[in-house]
């Protein structure tokens, strides 16, 4: 499987992805919202693309879909429940359905609500696991649920499926939010060591050639996965003097989601 993140260089910071099998030249395109890289891309490797993916159905996701398969013919996938808000869908995704490109690659479908109630996450089944999880994961963070999510949802799909994944699955998000959330991260844990070092790296870094994080170092310097850190819990109660000492894990993401709403 080669993996070709696309850096879209636009206000929303978004990444666009190219999946290919090296023995065909088949390729994927993930959200590929700045169709006119994807394509130029996919030239310049020889590749085919001949299936586009949307992980959801915001329109920095979707906006460019009718000009890569114009220029392609390629099928259209996305989650079973996204066809009246994703136009021209060749096929609707479920938990659990692979997707095969050329003869080398399958991606198995995950239904991971919360950003939106029709999200699909993407995980390789390599033996490096890779995961393209469109708005639900970021580095260092989590998506929002103001456009047609809910928290209660993010959460049962961060602890249920995202946390549960080898600790070695490479993470691709669908934007670039890297140093934005790692600095949410040391506010709400300001001892936290790992997260500094890594802003001093990555502040200056080009999109082109992003870091690519693993589920380990998420669980690092993700303050959605660090629900029972001491003084993230601790610089809640500051903020919600009525949370218990020993807060449940739901409440203390729920919480921190609230407040990464503002930040």
């Not at 390629?74 to 609707?92: E, K, Y």
Request: with cysteine.
């Amino acid at each position: 499987m080669i993996v070709e993140q696309v850096w879209t260089g636009n206000a929303f910071r978004n990444f666009n992805y190219l999946i290919a099998c090296p023995d065909t030249g088949e390729a994927m395109a993930i959200d590929p919202l700045d169709h006119e890289k994807c394509l130029a891309a996919a030239r310049r490797h020889g590749w085919q693309i001949t299936q586009v993916l949307n992980t959801h159905e915001h329109f920095d996701h979707i906006g460019g879909n009718q000009a890569v398969i114009a220029a392609t013919g390629a099928r259209l996938l996305a989650h079973a429940n996204a066809r009246d808000s994703i136009p021209g869908m060749d096929r609707g995704l479920q938990a659990g359905d692979i997707i095969k490109i050329g003869k080398t690659v399958e991606l198995e479908a995950l239904d991971t609500p919360g950003h939106t109630m029709s999200h699909v996450c993407l995980l390789s089944h390599t033996e490096v696991p890779a995961l393209f999880c469109g708005d639900t994961l970021f580095n260092a963070g989590a998506g929002n649920c103001h456009n047609g999510g809910h928290p209660e949802e993010l959460y049962d799909t961060f602890a249920t499926q995202l946390a549960q994944l080898p600790e070695h699955t490479r993470i691709y998000p669908g934007h670039d939010y890297l140093s934005n959330n790692l600095e949410f991260t040391l506010d709400r844990e300001p001892d936290n060591e790992h997260a500094r070092q890594l802003l001093q790296e990555v502040k200056d870094q080009d999109p082109n050639s992003a870091l690519v994080s693993t589920l380990a170092l998420e669980k690092e310097i993700n303050t959605f996965f660090r629900l029972h850190s001491p003084t993230v819990i601790a610089r809640l109660r500051e903020v919600f003097p009525d949370l218990p000492e020993k807060p449940d894990p739901r409440t203390v993401f729920l919480k921190l989601r609230e407040l990464r709403n503002d930040w």
